[in-house]
């Protein structure tokens, strides 16, 4: 029956099975037929076609089309999807809290975020009282200019009862300026589906062509969820010495939400994967004590609860991980498809080679300022030190970065298919 079904696939159809395949089992342990290469590429393979990152932000009919061509000449196993929120959405709603190129950042610069204090020191009781509430009514005015008008909204859990929430509602569509607020929230909605009908298009396009995709549908550690949006880098850096209790209580408040958030949201997007950027838990953020009180607690709750709901982790170590290894080394085997940036390959081999698939990790300065040689011997090194269990995929430690030579890539993707067959 299966050599009957595989007769009337098509050579793109097959390609598609046999790189999905090997992807799944590099991550599940178990030995591919070679090496998969794995790639995060939001913007090389656009600048290779011409295009920049504001291309992504601004014409994705275009981006789609100049993508496809590009990153399908590689025959890597399976890449990531360019660009991030639409910039016209963004400038309409008049979004503060990120800037990106083609409006507020150079054509070729990438996306940056705002980092602040959005949610202040004095404000964790409030927050702690009622998190959604403190989010409508004081976040979300403080990130978009678009979004001021729910900062005169009452309070959501007033508007909870009885005819409460037909009359303000009523009252509040009635301000001209609430008004404004939801016409434009109807238009950016229909701009961000023509961007994602767009982005569908494109994963399309690449399946027909016998490449699969991974779709970033992210979550955070809690940790990071604080960190990044409310408190800031160093709001949450000072926090752990002045306020323990009271990061660690929207912590431990967050944590649950996060979790059935992220499963959810995962289940009607379809996919069985979900991406884990981790901005602050790296080596030089904070010591492996503050790392097991703050921050692992948080991230091993979500991590262990996407494996029960099926749904496959892929953290992103970002920075050095060194470290943390032993953290990592609690993770059941199998089960989980961690993207390293800096870490000891040999360390990290001993203490969880036998736990996670090693994602990663040619360095940023090899593949942009290094040779072809220098980027061979690296994926030699890779494969010799993690190939012989089968639990490796290569990529670059961040991805490939669209300053990468040319040369350097074909050569970290040339050496996986001739040095990394088994």
């Known amino acids: 029956m299966t050599d009957q079904k595989d007769a009337i696939l098509t050579q793109e159809q097959l390609d598609y099975q046999a790189r999905e395949k090997r992807v799944w089992d590099a991550i599940r342990l178990q030995k591919p037929d070679r090496v998969p290469i794995v790639c995060y590429d939001e913007y090389f393979s656009l600048k290779q076609g011409g295009l920049t990152p504001a291309d992504a932000y601004y014409n994705v009919e275009r981006a789609s089309q100049v993508f496809v061509e590009q990153v399908t000449k590689f025959n890597w196993d399976m890449v990531s999807l360019f660009g991030n929120l639409p910039g016209a959405v963004g400038e309409e709603i008049g979004l503060t809290s990120n800037k990106w190129a083609g409006y507020n950042l150079p054509p070729n610069q990438e996306y940056q975020y705002v980092e602040k ?12 009282r009622d998190p959604s509430d403190f989010i409508v009514r004081k976040m979300w005015p403080r990130m978009a200019t678009g979004l001021e008008p729910f900062g005169s909204f009452p309070s959501l859990l007033m508007m909870s009862h ?77 926090d752990m010495y002045y306020r323990p209790d ?9 944590t649950p939400h996060m979790i059935e958030y992220t499963i959810q949201t995962a289940k009607e997007v379809g996919v069985d994967y979900v991406a884990i950027p981790l901005h602050r838990g790296a080596d030089p953020f904070m010591s492996n004590k503050q790392y ?76 942009i ?36 030579k040319l040369e350097n890539v074909i050569a970290m993707t040339v050496t996986v298919f001739e040095y990394g067959v088994y």
């Open 246 to 254: 009271k990061l660690k209580a929207a912590i431990d408040l967050i």
């Open 369 to 404: 300022s290094g040779t072809p040689e220098q980027t061979s011997d690296y994926v030699k090194m890779l494969i010799d030190t993690f190939g012989d269990n089968g639990g490796l995929i290569v990529d670059g430690a961040a991805g490939i970065p669209k300053e990468a």
């Open 162 to 238: 009885a005819y409460t929430p037909i009359y303000e509602l009523a009252m509040l569509a009635g301000q001209p300026d609430v008004r404004e607020m939801l016409e434009k929230l109807i238009s950016i909605g229909e701009k961000m589906n023509a961007h994602n009908a767009g982005l569908d298009r494109t994963v399309q396009a690449l399946m027909e062509k016998g490449t699969p995709t991974f779709i970033e549908m992210p979550a955070h550690a809690p940790f990071d969820w604080i960190s990044d949006y409310f408190r800031g880098i160093k709001g949450t850096m000072l």
């Open 292 to 367: 097991a009180e703050f921050y692992w607690p948080g991230l091993k709750a979500l991590l262990l609860a996407l494996i029960d709901a099926e749904i496959t982790p892929m953290p992103y170590w970002e920075g050095s991980y060194t470290n943390r290894l032993e953290f990592l080394a609690e993770l059941p085997p199998g089960k989980i498809w961690g993207h390293f940036d800096v870490v000891d390959l040999e360390k990290a081999k001993e203490m969880i080679g036998d736990v996670m698939c090693f994602w990663g990790n040619v360095p940023v300065q090899t593949l």
């Open 117 to 128: 204090e959005y949610l202040l020191a004095d404000e964790y009781d409030q927050f702690l």
